[in-house]
């Protein structure tokens, strides 16, 4: 007889059911409740050598009449399941059988160990006398692993399914396939639903059809216990003798591995009764051995299920126990404990458990799970008054540096509107509301008049928060809010730390005056950054110069330092997670995204920001970084319809909510779409963003918006306005540190130059310009600036208006050249109008080559290479108008490139042609 534990046994069965057989099997699969035996046992039936073979399948402790053996011919494949319910005559005849097996019998059993009536013999005692021929295996079917369970919750729910949804049912199931696959049953009927948007986010990519809302841990929770696992649980607990199922209802409460003497102690059970508790419950798989010396039940799910069915009093009972015995572990489980506290009626020490879990939470840098605890804790009635007022505060110090909770807003607001609170309290709520509107909510208009009052509140009782306040108030980024405006609250601010002598607060208003210089390109913004007190010992300091690194990258980023942006990133990343600032963190994220855009860093940039506004869907004020990424990608590669979406979504953050660099970046985006639309009214929009860009009055923030606004309004034909803005934007960088707004300045030269029909002017500045964004570097902007250049070459050229002139010229070589140049590079980025449009210039200026036999090529079989340009911008969305205008065709040209495109694809519509680009 050989044992083994290995795999290879399907092989073993296959050769036993060969013809003419060989060596008899046994295959013993043993498993837990719902890992998926039966299923086994299914996928063995089909073998295809038991194809000719006769198949036997048996389900123990199911009546019916027993097989008989004097009826098989030839090699036999037996399948038992459940041979842990075999009746004495079922084990009988089992047992005959494999005490005297016939060659080719290859015999299945499958059992639940733990269900046994005699532990690790699968046919009782005593144990089976195996003959020598007969091979005799084990195999152990074991839980789902954490990656398998993620696949399954994939596979159900898509891309709705998070990493910490996949987690928590992993957690909650033990990995048990048939609770998974219950549980996931009941995900999809929970979480299935649209979600507004997602048209232009690409919506859902898993395959199942389903664009629901995103599947988190909070819904595996909410999605109760299968109906499976609740009867399985309760049954088995009734099994047990009365005085011994508390040790079982213990389990539930606590729910999680617990020491034998604190299951008894909690199951109020005395230290013999309990052992003989915990050792009935292990025998009748009631519980199991989690770990050494810890035990709980085999799936923690059930625990709701077990504490339900357990009566009022004796469940509050169990709970007082429960908290008693966590207060002695070390270190204490707080939120555990004042979970079990509520439970137990003990209002006065829930809110004291709740509280010191709070704090622990929040030193440790856990600040969600305390926003978590914290609403739940003050969403109830029973917190009086003065608990409430000792509770709110921590709420919102948490919520001030974690991400989004409109929740916590709400609350928030209710309670600063609450006239008993202590002013210094309630201005100290107001404080945190203000700066959570502002940042995480990115409601600029309502958090500033929160913080305005909350200076009111403050200055005489707390001058160090009013000096908070006003430091919020300095952010340059708020829009609508002059600059000068600004720069008044942080005098202020400073002032008020340096009378105060406040390590927090001199942190703070340190943070704001440095994104305040870098903003707007203060050559003193530099040393500022060194002064960030990165290795202070208070984790709020940290917390603040984590804050203050990040948003010394992202101005950084938005005045073209990007080498030194990308060191700030990494500083600030790194500090945010040690000091436990995750909204610091998140903005950083999106910040990388726009360095990558600006960089060139395009391949993949498309999922990554998908991703993030995914990640960050109910924090719209983040996720607008990337948005804006995404939109203008989506222009480049001539997807407009796209692009408008992403960049005008109003399910994101409204343009007045907007950081006002990001405002000033949307609108020269859709200026600049307006004008390859070849709209006549692109100037109004420009002159719109052109008054807010100066009244904010950070000129810096203008270089994405400059060269299209003084475009538009110079096609417009009003120059003198086009003149203004370049003026305007010379006079606002004058003495500034801003590489971008520079480059932007020549950008923007050069553009009213050609507008003014002086091309010679323009090719001179168009290549300054394009130097200076190549010494960025900014590729994308150095591309279109070369193009620019190589434009008004030919347009400088002697009676270059002259459509006899020859095109052979030294002046025309070089700026062909320069064109083909710029074609490529467009291409490499992935600028796929851009390439297409410079090509089409191309076409327009390149003489024909020489020799080419008289006719135009046959292109017969397949598309035309201006066919495919035609088609290619088709498919991103662009009409035949606009596709005109981009390739210098006719309309009706356009229409009839489609035509044919779709007669030799056998296509029926425009958006069928996507299958034939490259």
């Known amino acids: 007889m050989a044992a083994t534990h290995g795999f290879a046994w399907p092989s073993v069965l296959g050769r036993a059911l060969a013809a003419g057989g060989a060596e008899p099997v046994l295959v013993l699969v043993e498993g837990a409740a719902g890992l998926g035996k039966s299923h086994l046992l299914d996928a063995l039936s089909t073998l295809p050598q038991a194809a000719e073979a006769n198949r036997v399948r048996r389900r123990c402790g199911s009546g019916g009449t027993r097989p008989r053996e004097d009826r098989w011919e030839g090699p036999v494949l037996l399948l038992v399941d459940d041979a842990h319910r075999a009746d004495e005559d079922e084990r009988e005849w089992l047992r005959g059988l494999l005490e005297h097996p016939g060659r080719g019998l290859a015999a299945v059993v499958a059992y639940r160990p733990e269900e046994l009536a005699v532990p690790g013999l699968p046919l009782g005692a005593p144990p089976v006398q195996y003959p020598p021929e007969l091979v005799v295996l084990r195999h152990r079917i074991t839980p789902w692993g954490p990656d398998r369970v993620r ?387 208070d984790p709020v300091c940290r917390q603040h110069a984590a804050r203050g690194l990040c948003n010394a990258a992202d101005a950084a980023v938005w005045l073209g330092f990007y080498e030194r942006a990308e060191h700030l990133l990494a500083d600030g990343l790194d500090l945010s997670t040690t000091s436990g600032a995750p909204y610091s963190e998140h903005t950083a994220l999106g910040t990388r995204l726009l360095l990558e855009w600006w960089t060139g860093r395009w391949e993949g940039l498309a999922q990554r920001c998908e991703r993030f506004v995914s990640a960050t869907a109910d924090m719209p004020f983040i996720a607008s970084d990337a948005r804006v990424v995404r939109g203008l990608l989506a222009f480049a590669q001539g997807d407009w319809g796209s692009a408008l979406g992403w960049l005008s979504d109003r399910g994101a953050a409204g343009p007045g909510d907007l950081p006002a660099p990001l405002a000033a970046t949307v609108s020269g985006a859709l200026v600049r779409l307006a004008l390859a639309r070849q709209d006549p009214a692109a100037a109004e929009p420009a002159r719109r963003a052109w008054a807010e860009v100066s009244a904010k009055g950070v000129w810096p923030w203008a270089a994405e918006l400059a060269p299209w606004a003084v475009e538009a309004v110079a096609r417009a034909g009003d120059l003198p306005a086009a003149e203004a803005m370049v003026r305007d934007l010379d006079r606002g960088i004058e003495g500034r540190e801003a590489p971008v707004a520079r480059a932007a300045l020549l950008w923007s030269r050069a553009a009213l130059a050609e507008a003014r029909r002086q091309p010679q002017e323009g090719v001179g500045l168009y290549r300054e310009a394009a130097a200076a964004y190549a010494a960025l570097p900014r590729p994308y902007a150095r591309t279109l600036t070369a193009e620019g250049a190589a434009r008004c070459l030919l347009a400088a050229r002697p009676g270059a208006a002259d459509p006899e002139h020859p095109a052979n010229d030294p002046g025309t070589a070089r700026a062909i050249a320069e064109l083909q140049s710029c074609e490529q590079q467009f291409t490499d980025l992935g600028a796929t109008w851009d390439a297409a449009r410079a090509r089409a210039l191309l076409r327009t200026e390149q003489p024909a080559r020489k020799g080419r036999p008289p006719g135009r090529p046959s292109h017969a079989d397949g598309l035309s290479p201006r066919e495919s340009e035609v088609v290619e911008l088709a498919v991103g969305g662009l009409t035949n108008r606009e596709i005109a205008t981009t390739l210098h065709l006719s309309p009706r040209t356009v229409e009839q490139h489609i035509a044919s495109a779709m007669r030799k694809t056998g296509t029926l519509s425009r958006h069928d042609l996507a299958r034939f680009t490259s």
């Open 151 to 537: 696949e399954a919750a994939r596979e159900a729910l898509g891309e709705r399914c998070t990493d910490e949804a996949a987690e928590r049912l992993h957690e909650r199931s033990a990995g048990v396939p048939r609770v998974v696959v219950d549980l996931l049953a009941a995900l999809r009927d929970r979480t299935d639903g649209g979600r507004p948007g997602a048209e232009h986010q690409g919506g859902d990519r898993s395959g199942n059809g389903t664009t629901g809302e995103a599947c988190t841990a909070e819904d595996v929770d909410a999605a109760g216990v299968p109906v499976r696992l609740a009867e399985l649980a309760l049954g088995r607990t009734d099994a047990l003798p009365p005085a011994h199922r508390p040790i079982v209802w213990a389990a539930a409460v606590l729910d999680g591995p617990a020491a034998r003497d604190e299951l008894v102690a909690v199951a109020g059970l005395d230290a013999a009764t309990g052992r003989d508790a915990l050792l009935a419950a292990l025998a009748g798989a009631s519980l199991r051995e989690c770990s050494e010396a810890a035990y709980g039940l085999p799936v923690p799910l059930a625990a709701a299920a077990l504490g339900e069915a357990v009566p009022g009093p004796l469940r509050q009972e169990l709970h007082g126990r429960a908290a008693a015995a966590l207060v002695r572990r070390q270190p204490v489980p707080w939120e555990a404990v004042a979970r079990h506290r509520r439970a137990a009626g003990q209002v006065g020490g829930w809110l004291r458990a709740v509280e010191r879990a709070a704090l622990a939470d929040a030193d440790a840098g856990r600040h969600q799970r305390a926003i978590g605890l914290l609403e739940r804790t003050l969403a109830s009635s029973a917190v009086p008054p003065q608990v409430r007022a000792r509770l709110a505060p921590l709420l919102a110090r948490s919520a001030v540096v974690a991400l989004r909770s409109d929740q916590t807003v709400e609350v928030l607001s209710q309670i600063v509107r609450d006239a008993t609170l202590p002013a210094a309290v309630r201005g100290e709520l107001r404080l945190d509301l203000g700066l959570m509107l502002c940042n995480q909510i990115g409601r600029y208009g309502a958090g500033c008049a929160e913080l305005e009052t909350a200076v009111a509140e403050l200055r005489e009782i707390r001058p160090d928060l009013a000096g908070r306040a006003m430091a919020g108030l300095a952010f340059p980024y708020l829009s609508g809010s002059p600059i000068d405006l600004n720069r008044w609250w942080l005098h202020q601010a400073v002032a008020a730390a340096e009378a105060g002598g406040d390590e927090a607060l001199s942190a703070a208003v340190l943070a704001n005056r440095t994104t305040f210089a870098m903003s707007c390109g203060d050559r003193e913004a530099w040393e500022l950054v060194e002064a960030l007190p990165t290795d202070s010992p």
